[in-house]
Each structure stands twice: as structure tokens, then as C-alpha cells.
């Protein structure tokens, strides 16, 4: 089992940057591939950002690619996904999930192939 906790939403202005962490319980942190995802009302939940056990690998949406940053710091059980230049498209409910199965350098981008998710947070960009 594993439980997720995500923080660091909230609302900010267009160019404006934010910090998303997630905290980790239960697993070993350091086994397992983590992700970002987020869902805006009325459409799919989509791939945002994803990292690989070791933090070696990671693997971005184009959407977010350049901006976005993600990290983890697995002595802390801890993944962050630093926003930056944010834009009012970014707005959604942004959730951190862990790919339990995932041994290698390779990113999981589908929701499906995640086996733990959090509760989300909000993170809402105004123009």
C-alpha cells in the first residue's frame, strides 16, 4: 500500500510559479516510478510530468515541457513538481500517483498504468 498526499496549490496570476509536493507513506519511496497528472472540469485526466525511481529519468507532457520541473528526494519520501510561467491553461486539480510495477528508466504517461493516486490539489491560474 501506498498513500499519497499532495500540497502547495493554490491561485496565482499568469507568469506566476508554484511548488506542488507530494508526500509518500507505507512502500519503500525509493521502488517505485512516481507521475504528476491534473484534470480540468470537464475533460480527462491528463499526463503531466513523470520520474523514474532514481530521479534519472523523467519525462514531460510538451505542454509543460521547459517549464515544469519535477523531482524527488527520496530520503524525504518527497516528489515536487515545480511550475513556472504559468498559464491559465494550466488550471486543474493536479494529482501525484505512483507506478508501483516500474523498475526502469522508461515513463509510464497513462493514468491507468498508475496504482496510487492522491487526493489532487488545486492549482488555478488567473490571466
Known amino acids: 500500500q501506498v498513500q499519497l498526499v499532495e500540497s502547495g496549490g493554490g491561485l496565482v496570476q499568469a507568469g506566476d510559479s508554484l511548488r506542488l509536493s507530494c508526500a509518500a507513506s507505507?512502500?519503500?519511496?525509493?521502488?517505485?516510478?512516481m507521475g504528476w497528472f491534473r484534470q480540468a472540469p470537464g475533460k480527462e485526466r491528463e499526463f503531466v510530468a513523470g520520474i523514474n525511481w532514481s530521479g534519472g529519468s523523467t519525462y514531460y507532457a510538451d505542454s509543460v515541457k521547459g517549464r515544469f520541473t519535477i523531482s524527488r528526494d527520496n530520503a524525504k519520501n518527497t516528489m515536487y513538481l515545480r511550475m513556472n510561467s504559468l498559464k491559465p491553461e494550466d488550471t486543474a486539480v493536479y494529482y501525484c500517483a505512483a507506478n508501483i510495477g516500474s523498475f526502469g528508466p522508461y515513463i509510464q504517461t497513462m493514468p491507468r498504468s498508475y496504482d496510487y493516486w492522491g487526493q489532487g490539489t488545486q492549482v488555478t491560474v488567473s490571466s
Open positions: 507505507g512502500r519503500t519511496f525509493s521502488s517505485y516510478a
